[in-house]
């Protein structure tokens, strides 16, 4: 590349207008990085458009990773989790293969149900924002919640006559993750409203839940026991189910750990 300033304008004049027009066209990560591109493409003898691709790709890549940030943060979870952090050989139960396709996030593609089953300390929430959070990162719109926290949120948007704007709001999310399912027994009002946002959501957009509590078990969530099987049937019809063991590996980790 030649250095030869255009229009008469020094290499100082130049940086500066450049600096100047990245502002003004919001170009944040060409206007940090032009100056080591620069000189790179210099170095290198790269031609214009070698320069100008490897540009504009800078800000395209910076941009995507912003977005994924943006959604990420937006889906609320308690805490960072990947699947690249999952212990695959502390819990055998859980198949790799499984896990792996379902982080194509082809099911949330086609607006399908997961559930995650298994008891505490298994891997199921690690699972569950993990997958969220690859949602996520593929330019789905995420939502985590807490089973209870969402009922209680429902009831009191019902109280207050905005139940269908929440609802709504629910709905407009690609993927509501849905967290410890069956920890707490639900009266009938709230496994209702629970029952709405899962109807709203039904082949239109995808829930994954996790549950301390196999099927058979939710009987003591969802009390009514027709309530109870329209429930499963929305959260399990054409869906992907996991189960993640009864063997805390997360307790086992703690022994191993006091006995080190």
Known sequence: MTSKPRRGLTEQAADAAIDTACRMLRLPTVRAQFPDLAEAAAREQMSYRGFLAELLMAECDDRARRRSERRIKAAGFPREKSLRAFDFTANPTV????INTLATCDWVKKSLP??????????KSHLLIALGTEAAMAGYRVRYTLATKLVNELVE???DKQLTKTINRYGRVDLLCVDELGYMELDRRGAELLFQVLTEREEKASVAIASNESFSGWTKTFTDPRLCAAIVDRLTFGGNIVETGTDSYRLAQTRATQQA
């Open 95 to 98: 198949d790799p293969a499984v």
């Open 114 to 123: 997961l559930c995650l089953i298994g008891d505490s300390g298994t891997g």
């Open 157 to 159: 948007a019902a109280d």
